[in-house]
């Protein structure tokens, strides 16, 4: 139950476009679809924001999109805005059942 | 709407053991599995457990396996973790969630605080 690989940190300014990697193993986002991201500011709980690895929850803006390829995921926000920094985690689905999360990514909006 | 609430952090000394539970409101309990999730301080989430619908399965990260238990009471809505031979390092916010399928946590309660000290 290894951690997945995030960039510990990412950042860009207003209406541009960052994208978040986060890099498995072939146990977990190499097998599966189920990779979820979630996005958590400081002292609140998380929120989702991707599931299936492309899917957007009702009510989660369409600036927020998904993608996989081999055993990496991306997370990418296009038209970035104030509001969108802060923290985004990763997590899969693994073969024992278990989920693994990523090691979180801060984002800062310059 | 779905409400998730986490009660029982406390300050407990090393070895010592705690019990968290996290209330359900809002949706069918009994239809959901539901995770516990933790978050150290200044760290990242970390997947703790899960237990299916009615409680007969469950799975453990490896580093809480033979010293955490999950359960469920349905019939009183709430999720359980029995958390025991606790270290130092099991010092963290845990959260309680709601798995919607698809290995997505649709819900989050708000979180408990558990520090381990001395």
């Known amino acids: 139950q290894s951690a997945l690989t995030q960039p510990a940190s990412v950042s860009g300014s207003p209406g541009q476009s960052i994208t978040i990697s986060c890099t498995g193993a072939?146990?977990?986002?190499?097998?599966?679809?189920?990779v979820s991201w979630y996005q958590q500011y400081p002292g609140k709980a998380p929120d989702l924001m991707i599931y299936?690895?492309?899917k957007r929850p009702s009510g989660v803006s369409n600036r927020f999109s998904g993608s996989k390829s081999g055993n990496t995921a991306s997370l990418t926000i296009s038209g970035l805005q104030a509001e969108d920094e802060a923290d985004y985690y990763c997590?899969?689905?693994?073969?024992?059942?278990?989920?693994?999360f990523g090691g979180g990514t801060k984002l800062t909006v310059l | 709407e779905v409400h998730l609430v986490e009660s029982g952090g406390a300050l407990v000394q090393p070895g010592g053991s705690l019990r968290l539970s996290c209330a359900a409101s809002?949706?069918?309990?009994?239809?959901?599995?539901m995770h516990w999730v933790r978050q150290a301080p200044g760290k990242g989430l970390v997947w703790v457990s899960r237990?299916?619908?009615?409680?007969?399965?469950?799975i453990y990260a490896d580093s809480v396996k033979g010293r955490f238990t999950i359960s469920r009471d349905n019939a009183k809505n709430t999720l359980y973790l029995q958390m025991n031979s606790l270290r130092a390092e099991d010092t963290a916010v845990y959260y309680c969630?709601?798995?919607?399928?698809?290995?997505?946590?649709?819900?989050w309660g708000q979180g408990t605080l558990v520090t381990v000290s001395s």
């Open positions: 299936e690895g492309s």
């Open positions: 072939s146990s977990d986002v190499g097998s599966y679809n189920l």
């Open positions: 809002g949706f069918t309990f009994s239809s959901f599995w």
């Open positions: 969630a709601r798995d919607a399928q698809s290995a997505r946590a649709d819900y």
């Open positions: 997590c899969s689905y693994a073969t024992s059942g278990a989920w693994v």
């Open positions: 237990i299916n619908s009615d409680g007969s399965d469950t």
